[in-house]
């Protein structure tokens, strides 16, 4: 029993964190919404890209770094942290793994990112801009060249997202057939929410972080705001809420990587747990911001949206929540 | 990462079930009452006997030398088999650690076989009526006796858990009038019987003489009974709080078997408006679990817990109320009636106040972890 990253985990999210903390400031965050300077986000990715981080869950053999979801989850919330745009889970823990070839090859070096909706919706995060597009056909996992799919831009909370609505199903046999084995979608399907789940108590962990940096020099009454209970005490339940879902994700890393009967409970805990603490980070940081946590100017809202956004995503809390209650024997009434 | 046991942890593990599953009372009265708490003494025993009683101590005290990961499967066995309260574990799980940490090898090998066979039964001497979350306000004094050696012991403490039914005190009484509050205190370790100390039972919530009131006028106890130096008492009584918030007080296997006891009675009484709650239930016990698998490796690996203790407590202690108002809930009408759901709410409540309220974790929290202005 050992409850801790590995050596390999630790020195990937550092390299990664230490770009990332170079690369992405809230400039590029915004440089990723409508009319903003796109080739700074492209320009990160590159970077990003230069550290291997793409290939993480990609075998040795074919280029990858070979490394597993322990080393996947910690990646991704670094991600998280940063903002940085861009279809992260979906491109490195869902996509990337699948891949062969050309397609592989340009992913490896950032230079194409990958869209995917595995679940029931129709709508496709990051489908305005990713050039290639994984669906889930009848038939399985499938790729697309995102030009030639019925995709219509969406106006969405996080402009950031470059949200698609898929207005008419690809024809069938259309695209590439990446796999049909219903274990290697669900695989898929899990790794999509255990990014996802990263990125969450990532961006939950930069609220915090922003909020705490805030109300320790806002002044009012005459005293820093983070002095009094009632700040402190919506920050402390904040973080209880955070240093708990954390665990979580990493157990349930942890029990995919090897290959446990219990992965597929253990990824909807972690996805509720993130989810519920991002919601409640998001609504603590903007209310003991005040009114400037209100505004567009300020940087909180990138987060905060990114963070609402990816709440209802790859399965919303009602989804995850009723699969463990199908998991837990209490489904029925 | 690696959340798999090894051969001796499941060989640990078996042997602890077997022995469990063949010997845990059923149908034990309440240890909160009087007529209880007897019952409770006999299955203390026969724990000691077996040494299941205190697993992480030396053997030579009536432990196994068991390492903190076979501790946890322990007390995940215990639970699993529905093994009741402890009511030795103001003793085992607070003062032991200090014990060990500031004790002279005679206090220890005086103290700690007694209580590992439930021979002595401590209770903690924190609170006063002046003196609850703000700990440091204690007025009870010690006054020097240089003529016999020791110390003369005058105040009140209250809400004394188990006070009544126990043999002896481990409390936090002021040595010195003149240095501030957090200073000129000591720890002193007192026995009940001594000429000048009364106890007073009174009732619980969910109990009948499980607090009491402990009064002590001018008695006397002699050097060997202080704990760690003269005026050095905050900082030994803060070792035990932290052990009192952290880890040894609740451990996951409380939770976790209450989490599958809400899940068996959602069975017998679905009601799908009440689903999501169970499921979150369960969670919140599997999210404490597995932070406690975190932090026991940070401690094995030589990290000692901080301040951290008190995201611990907040979280185990506002998990158990929710879960048991979801129980209550699922319950309908009969969770009037008396039962284990019921008693059980009524000692979650008691959750989020002792060891320090939420309202000071919170504070504890936000200024020594979030970094936030102290007022």
């Known amino acids: 029993m050992r409850f801790a990253l590995d050596e390999t985990a630790i020195a990937l999210r550092d390299a990664a964190a230490g770009l990332l903390a170079a690369e992405t400031s809230p400039a590029v965050i915004r440089a990723g919404w409508p009319g903003g300077a796109q080739e700074l986000v492209t320009a990160a990715w590159l970077k990003l890209a230069g550290l291997g981080v793409m290939g993480t869950l990609v075998p040795e053999d074919r280029a990858g770094l070979g490394l597993d979801e322990n080393s996947l989850v ?7 942290r940063s903002g940085l745009p861009g279809p992260a889970a979906e491109t490195i823990a869902v996509a990337a793994p699948l891949l062969e070839g050309g397609h592989l090859a340009a992913v490896l070096a950032g230079e194409t990112m990958v869209a995917a909706q595995l679940g029931d919706g129709d709508l496709v995060p990051y489908g305005t801009s990713a050039a290639l597009v994984m669906l889930r056909a009848p038939d399985g996992l499938r790729l697309y060249e995102r030009v030639d799919l019925a ?18 199903p690809p024809a069938g046999g259309a695209g590439t057939l990446l796999s049909s084995d219903p274990a290697a979608v669900e695989t898929a399907w899990r790794r999509g929410v ?6 969450l108590n990532g961006l939950s962990l930069q609220m915090l972080e922003l909020t705490v940096g805030y109300v320790k020099q806002r002044e009012q009454f005459g005293a820093p705001i983070g002095s009094f209970q009632a700040i402190k005490h919506a920050l402390a339940n904040a973080l209880v809420a955070v240093e708990f879902a ?3 994700v990493l157990a349930a890393a942890w029990h995919q990587a090897a290959g446990s009967a219990e992965a597929g409970l253990n990824a909807s805990a972690a996805k509720v747990a993130a989810s519920d603490a991002a919601r409640l980070v998001a609504r603590t940081a903007i209310q003991c911001h005040g009114a400037i946590g209100y505004t567009t100017e300020y940087d909180l809202h990138l987060y905060a949206k990114r963070a609402w956004a990816l709440i209802p995503s790859w399965g919303s809390q009602g989804w995850h929540r009723a699969r463990l209650a199908a998991f837990l024997g209490v489904s029925g009434d | 990462m690696d959340l798999t046991w090894s051969e001796r ?14 010997n845990v009372p059923r149908d034990l009265a309440s240890g909160n009452t009087r007529a209880g708490f007897a019952a409770h003494l006999d299955w203390e025993r026969t724990l000691h006997d077996a040494r ?79 003196a609850g979350s703000d700990l440091a306000a204690v007025r009870s004094s010690a006054v020097r006796d240089t003529e016999r050696g020791g110390w003369l012991l005058s105040g009140q403490k209250t809400w004394t858990t188990r006070g009544a039914f126990c043999t002896h005190l ?30 007073r039972g009174f009732a619980r919530l969910d109990g009948d003489e499980e607090f009491a009131e402990v009064f002590l006028e001018h008695a006397f106890v002699p050097d060997a009974n202080v704990l760690g130096g003269i005026n050095q008492g905050w900082q030994v009584a803060m070792s035990t709080t932290g052990s009192e918030r952290g880890l040894t007080l609740r451990s996951p296997g409380r939770f976790l078997r209450s989490a599958d006891r809400l899940l068996e009675l959602y069975r017998s009484r679905p009601s799908a408006a009440l689903r999501d709650r169970v499921v979150q239930a369960w969670i919140d016990a599997q999210a404490y679990q597995v932070h406690t698998l975190q932090q026991i490796t940070g401690i094995t690996e030589g990290r000692r817990a901080g301040p951290e203790s008190s995201l611990n407590k907040l979280f185990w202690s506002e998990l158990d109320v929710r879960l048991h108002e979801t129980a209550l809930a699922l319950l309908g009408s009969d969770s009037e009636l008396d039962g284990p759901w019921t008693r059980g709410f009524l000692f979650s409540l008691a959750g989020p106040i002792y060891a320090g309220t939420n309202e000071v974790q919170r504070n ?6 979030l970094g936030l202005p102290r007022r």
């Open chain 1, 246 to 248: 954390r665990p979580l």
């Open chain 1, 151 to 168: 995709l219509e831009p969406c106006v969405t909370i996080d402009g950031s997202r470059g949200l698609a609505r898929l207005t008419s």
């Open chain 2, 52 to 130: 299941w009683a205190v697993v992480s101590w030396p053997e030579r005290y009536g432990g196994r030398d068991a390492t903190l990961w076979e501790w946890l499967i322990f007390e995940e066995e215990y639970y699993r088999a529905g093994g009741p309260p402890r009511v030795t574990q103001n003793g085992i799980f607070l003062l032991a650690p200090t014990l060990f940490e500031f004790g002279t090898p005679r206090q220890q090998d005086l103290y700690l076989p007694r209580m590992a066979a439930a021979e002595d039964l401590w209770c903690q001497g924190w609170s006063e009526p002046g």
């Open chain 1, 74 to 80: 910690p990646l991704l919330e670094e991600l998280g």
């Open chain 2, 364 to 369: 504890v929290v936000a200024e020594r972890v």
């Open chain 1, 194 to 199: 255990l990014a996802t789940s990263a990125l």
């Open chain 2, 170 to 199: 481990f409390g936090l009484f002021r040595t010195d009038q003149a240095a501030g509050r957090h200073h000129g205190l000591t720890y002193f370790l007192v026995p009940l019987n001594i000429p000048g100390v009364t106890v």
């Open chain 2, 9 to 22: 942890e499941e060989a640990f593990r078996a042997e602890a079930r077997g022995w469990l599953e063949a």
